[in-house]
């Protein structure tokens, strides 16, 4: 969000972006948080579930994030 400029918000505003808590089943309960830039839900972050990290057959805990750019475009 730096490099594309766009200010961190601490409140629910138009004119910037922020976190809020998610429930997906993809990540752990509770580790999870939907980025919102503008108004609009662009993405989610956070600790993927043990069950997803198994299905990948991955060793070790993984962080992700999904972020929509279309909206800067």
């Given amino acids: 969000m730096l490099i594309l400029n766009v200010s961190r918000s601490y409140k629910e505003e138009v ?6 808590d998610a429930a997906d089943t993809a990540y752990f309960p509770r580790r999870c948080a939907e980025v919102i830039c503008y108004g609009k839900v662009i993405g989610k ?20 994030f999904e972020i929509d750019l279309e909206i800067f475009l």
């Fill in 45 to 64: 972050i956070g600790i993927l579930h043990p069950d997803v990290i198994e299905k990948f057959e991955l060793n070790y805990p993984v962080s992700a």
């Fill in 15 to 20: 004119s910037g972006y922020w976190l809020r």
